[in-house]
Structure formats: C-alpha cells, structure tokens
C-alpha cells in the first residue's frame, strides 16, 4: 500500500501571499493531521481531521485553516505568510486513534 | 498541559556501543507513548510505542518502557550500528472523547554513530 503522500515537495513564496499544501492519507484511514516542524526543532501540532470534522487544533493563528474532503484527502492553508512560517510541514493519516503515520512533507520557504 | 523533554544532542557514540536516549514527560490524563525517527531529508517514520504503564514497546533492535511512576519512555539499544544515525523525538498522545489529540514532541535527540 503506499503511504501518506504530500503536494508539492517544495515551495517558495513571497511574504503576504498564500500557500495551499496537499495530503492523501494511507488507504483506509480517516482521520488527517497537520504538523509544522521548525528547522532544529520537533512538530508542532496544528489540525486534526476525523470525517471531515476538526477534532482539534494546536496553537496557530486563523491565518492557519485546513479541511478534509469525503475522499478523506486533506488541504492545509496559510493566509498572509510571514518569514516565521517557514518550516517543514507534514501531514500524517491514523486508521487508529493515536497510532500517526507521517508523510515526507512539504518544505516551505517565505521570503 | 501536554510536554515532552528529552536530552539535548547530539548524541555521537561508536558502533556496537549501547545506547539510552531520555525521555521524561507531563500529561494531563493518560498518554500513549512513541518514539519517532528521522533520517536526513525525510518524514517521521514510528518507531516504537507503549499505549499503558508498563508496557514495552520494540523495534528493529530498540525499546523504551512505559514508565508511570517516573514519567519516562527511554529509548535504548543494545549495539548501535552507523545506519541508526537520525534524529529521534520522543511523543505522546492523550485520548479525548472524539479520540487522540494531536501528538506533543520533544525537541529530538541527534544520534550520530560513528565507525
């Protein structure tokens, strides 16, 4: 089975823009979350989706906003981008509840 | 609320040495446990995990037990080899009514072996 996979793999914007990131969970898994890991640093939770549902949200700003359609397929936007947002953002899909399986990530930069 | 600390890196041991990572952590209600590895340019791959006091959790030659009473899940290995170089972050996870939160990871631990 293939596993988690995110779109694109890099991406470089301008500050003020807007950034759409891209995940396909593991097949059979329903359930969707979002991680923001800064360079030298661990993850940091951001979303996490069960059914299309937000079952819960980490410390991040509204410009941060995600949703997960019936597919089970997940997008993650940022609004406004600072130079603070770069970071490696990863996706990862749980069929059960605490059991995460991560993706390869998008690497964002801000400029 | 949720936090994991674990020991600062890098870690740089020769090979077939022993190796312990620590791992202490706070948590409001009861934690799953993991332990998270990651190799240069790529994901988190699970490593291990513990979903209960006194459970231990092995995989590919390493394990860390639940440990309640002194809230740790070190990670250990008997005989490390240069392949195990990575950066691993210890993680939890707490059970709510609509299921598990998101992870809480410490600020990984850089393991560098040498030959």
């Known amino acids: 089975d293939a596993g988690v996979t995110q779109s694109p793999t890099h991406l470089i914007k301008t500050r003020g823009q807007h950034v759409t990131l891209r995940c396909s969970p593991i097949s059979g898994h329903k359930s969707v979350s979002w991680y923001q890991q800064v360079l030298g640093q661990g993850p940091q939770f951001i979303f996490q989706y069960y059914e299309k549902e937000e079952r819960g949200r980490g410390n991040f700003p509204d410009r941060f906003s995600a949703r997960q359609f019936p597919n089970y397929s997940s997008e993650l936007n940022v609004n406004a981008l600072l130079l603070g947002d770069s970071a490696l953002y990863l996706c990862?899909?749980?069929?059960?509840?605490?059991?995460?399986?991560f993706g390869p990530g998008t690497r964002l930069t801000v400029t | 609320g949720n936090s994991v600390t674990q020991m600062e890196g890098p870690v740089t041991l020769s090979e077939e040495a022993f190796l312990t990572i620590n791992c202490t952590y706070t948590?409001?209600?009861?934690?799953?446990l993991f332990w998270y590895v990651q190799y240069p340019g790529e994901g988190l791959q699970l490593l291990l995990k513990a979903t209960k006091a006194d459970d231990k959790g092995s995989n590919k030659g390493f394990e860390a037990t639940y440990r309640k009473e002194t809230t740790s899940f070190h990670l250990e290995k008997g005989s490390v080899q240069v392949s195990d170089s990575a950066v691993y972050f210890c993680?939890?996870?707490?059970?709510?009514?609509?299921?598990?939160?998101?992870?809480?990871f410490g600020k990984g631990t850089h393991l560098i072996i040498q030959p």
């Open positions: 990862a899909s749980s069929l059960i509840a605490y059991e995460q399986y």
């Open positions: 948590a409001t209600g009861y934690p799953s």
């Open positions: 993680a939890l996870s707490v059970s709510s009514g609509g299921g598990a939160d998101g992870l809480t």
